[in-house]
């Protein structure tokens, strides 16, 4: 099975932007489609990403995903940073039998 | 509008079954994957598996030898129970639904579960 890594943490200063990545090990990250979610303390997940790029009713569009082809990763960007953002965010895929968690990224805003 | 709610014991020792039961309330659990998903500081958010609404299951396979989840529609819950239990169980579990298999994303959680292993 894959696995897919994120960077521990980024940080950024309020309106500024931040890209998260998330590289998947083995096999290609166009086989199964990228969701990215957002968790803050002491809350369960909840979604800003899905199918790769796209944003569910309710979630900003300074919220946006991208594949890379030849990165082999998905990343999530995040534009005009908010206090509110500050959170840990993961990826999610499939590989056809099951569903693979990126490790999670803390974004700080300074 | 639909929420999950997941019961069960906070403290488990170790050898023991850990049981856990989501309670599904606002909606039908019909056309639904119900799953669990746990969560711990090491090893961030582990899949266990899921159960269909008409009762198909599918595990994780790094769990599928200890893990049994079941599903009882007449009182909208399902329940997860992991055998033989040891510390690296430790962890809040969650419960989520999903619509599809492959597209879409898990769209309503419970708040979580702590779970600890400990004699």
């Known amino acids: 099975n894959f696995m897919l890594t994120q960077p521990h943490s980024v940080s950024e200063s309020p309106g500024k932007t931040v890209t998260i990545s998330c590289t998947r090990t083995?096999?290609?990250?166009?086989?199964?489609?990228v969701q990215w979610y957002r968790q803050r303390p002491g809350s369960a997940p909840t979604i800003v990403i899905f199918?790769?790029?796209?944003?569910p009713s309710g979630v900003p569009d300074r919220f946006s995903g991208s594949i890379d082809s030849s990165a082999n990763s998905a990343s999530l960007t995040i534009s005009g940073l908010k206090t509110e953002d500050e959170a840990d965010y993961f990826c999610?895929?499939?590989?056809?039998?099951?569903?693979?968690f990126g490790s999670g990224t803390r974004v700080t805003v300074l | 509008q639909v929420q999950l709610q997941e019961s069960g014991p906070g403290l488990v020792k170790p050898s023991e079954t850990l049981s856990l039961n989501c309670t599904v309330s606002?909606?039908?659990?019909?056309?639904?994957?119900w799953n669990w998903i746990r969560q711990t500081p090491g090893k961030g958010l582990e899949w266990i598996g899921y159960?269909?609404?008409?009762?198909?299951?599918n595990y994780n396979p790094s769990l599928e030898s200890r893990v049994t989840i079941s599903l009882d529609t007449s009182t909208n819950q399902f329940s997860l129970k992991v055998r033989s239990v040891t510390a690296a169980d430790t962890a809040v579990y969650y419960c989520?639904?999903?619509?599809?298999?492959?597209?879409?994303?898990?769209?309503?959680w419970g708040q979580g579960a702590q779970a600890t292993v400990s004699s």
């Open positions: 999610q895929s499939y590989d056809g039998s099951l569903y693979v």
């Open positions: 083995t096999g290609s990250i166009d086989t199964n489609y």
């Open positions: 199918e790769d790029k796209q944003r």
């Open positions: 606002g909606g039908s659990m019909t056309g639904y994957y």
């Open positions: 159960i269909y609404y008409n009762g198909e299951t």
């Open positions: 989520a639904r999903k619509r599809w298999q492959q597209m879409g994303y898990f769209d309503n």
